[in-house]
């Protein structure tokens, strides 16, 4: 399993540009219909979709000149959100089935009608030759039958938040309809789970999902439990602190799976999407914009390892050996990995002792974070050891702290196991060290975005599940790569981090209990 990896170690050897390739992805300002109550007529919404594909060819023209072999637009990014099922039947178009079809919208515009949102993102892949995912509004005919169990919908179709994909002469060659919805009223729940890939002459295999999939077993970890390790992400995500920002817990699946992902965020203020990015485990560029910067979109583009196991297997046997030989300055900024299943020693922690020595802290409370009530107990001094328990996850912690200017700033750590039930049902485990709002206890678990105090630490946990996702995130919303990971396979997981160029916000182990989700 791809899930299942030991001691991470980060090398400083080069991945060469024949065992990589440059992605691009948008963070899209999306130009929204001011009443999307209201229908529209198709001409209408043809003219408000045509106002954010303009931005698109715009974006398209500028990766192409940076040289992107593939472009990721974000979700809701054509027509915006908040519509009814009525409302945004203006938006739709039936996208054809590429696993049935061969279709080139762009070169064969007359085969299919009102397809003018697929034809103008075919033309525009074609145009600038490169693979290009693009997020829209789908509607499917279906039949109902009020006398089986058939969930078609009584007025006869589907209505899907769909992903697209076009290679790079325009042939539609992807379609995915999201499964888990995010309170999206105008849309339907596929009636069984997608999933879906597509090839590339460039890096081989990719798996598309989309924003609030991230968090589930279906598609995503059946993606890579397929050996798909590089995926598309269109996502409108609200960020929400102090665990799951988006380029937090985007970060933190890239880590934790061991699989790239390209990820496109809306950027909209008011209702806080932001945070885009290019991970693969070795390298992240992304953008997370910060209060008082301008409300406008943001192209990313970054050179990536390939990770298909299947793509670089095939291009050793033409070549004759190992593809990407190691050595000589990085390329991009990308850094080679490899993975080693020893033990580590007792360095390891920040003192001589295994981690799991120390007693648990008898000093606890319980706090909400994130509408759950995680099990705190405080930090003390400028470094110590402690742990926290929640049922049968324990949480353990060696730290070392520099507080900068006089800072009191207080921490805390916390853990939860149990099913988050606000805005969405799933089980977790997490371990979680906090900053934490004030000076009260009371405050620990609420949103924090800056923090002065750095932090030498080992936190560590055994999980119930092998579905664990690592970050550290520093003030202003700024990513660390963790020094050392390690999972070993009764389940625990170990995060070193040191040196820390700015203040510690959170590090966090994320656990998704996938088989507990529905008890």
Not at 20 to 43: D, G
Not at 352 to 358: G, I, S, V
């Amino acid at each position: 399993m791809l899930f299942i990896h030991f001691l991470t170690v980060f090398t400083s050897s080069s991945t060469t540009v024949g065992s990589s390739y440059l992605a691009a992805v948008y963070e899209h300002r999306v130009i929204l219909n001011p009443e999307p109550h209201v229908a529209l007529s198709r001409p209408a919404a043809l003219q408000h979709l045509h106002q954010n594909l303009d931005v698109y060819e715009e974006q398209a023209a500028r990766a192409a000149q940076e040289g992107a072999q593939i472009l990721v637009f974000p979700e809701d990014g054509l027509q915006g959100f908040n519509y009814s099922r009525s409302s945004i039947s203006g938006y739709l178009e039936t996208v054809p089935d590429p696993q049935q079809e061969s279709w080139n919208p762009c070169t064969e515009p007359g085969r299919h009608n009102n397809t003018e949102v697929l034809q103008r993102l075919s033309c525009m892949a074609r145009r600038y030759s490169l693979y290009l995912v693009a997020n829209m509004a789908d509607l499917q005919p279906c039949s109902p039958d009020p006398s089986s169990s058939s969930s078609c919908p009584s007025d006869g179709h589907w209505q899907f938040n769909t992903n697209v994909v076009f290679r790079s002469d325009g042939l539609l060659v992807a379609r995915y309809h999201k499964h888990n919805l995010y309170f999206e009223k105008a849309f339907d729940q596929p009636p069984r789970p997608e999933i879906i890939t597509f090839d590339t002459p460039f890096a081989g295999k990719f798996g598309v999902l989309t924003c609030f999939d991230l968090l589930f077993h279906e598609p995503t970890v059946t993606l890579v439990e397929r050996g798909v390790r590089q995926l598309v992400y269109p996502t409108a995500w609200m960020n929400q602190l102090p665990l799951l920002a988006a380029v937090q817990f985007q970060r933190a699946f890239s880590l934790g799976a061991g699989v790239s992902i390209l990820a496109a965020n809306i950027r909209s203020d008011p209702l806080g999407m932001t945070g885009s990015g290019i991970f693969s485990p070795v390298s992240a560029l992304h953008h997370h914009a910060r209060q008082g910067d301008p409300e406008e979109g943001r192209l990313l583009v970054a050179r990536v390892p390939v990770l298909d196991p299947l793509w670089l297997g095939e291009r050793e046997s033409l070549s004759g050996g190992p593809s990407g030989e190691r050595g000589g300055d990085t390329e991009g900024g990308v850094r080679g990995e490899s993975w080693s299943s020893k033990p580590v020693d007792s360095g390891y922690c920040l003192q001589e002792k295994t981690c799991l020595d120390f007693p648990p802290s008898s000093a606890t409370f319980s706090s909400s974070m994130m509408y759950d009530p995680f099990t705190f107990v405080l930090l003390y001094g400028a470094e110590g050891e402690l742990s926290v328990c929640d049922g049968p996850l324990c949480c353990r912690l060696q730290y070392r702290q520099s507080q900068q200017g006089g800072s009191t700033e207080l921490y805390a750590l916390g853990a939860f196991a149990g099913t988050h039930t606000v805005n969405g049902r799933y089980a977790l485990q997490v371990c979680a060290l906090v900053r934490c709002a004030g000076s009260e206890a009371s405050s620990c678990g609420q949103e924090v975005e800056e923090a002065e105090s750095k932090m030498d630490f080992v936190l560590e946990g055994k999980f119930g599940t092998r579905h664990v996702y690592p970050s550290v995130l520093a003030s202003g919303l700024v990513l660390e790569q963790p020094e050392h990971l390690e999972k070993t396979a009764d389940g625990r997981v170990t995060m070193r981090h040191s040196n820390m160029a700015a203040g510690l916000v959170t590090a966090c182990l994320y656990g998704r209990m996938h088989h507990l989700d529905h008890d």
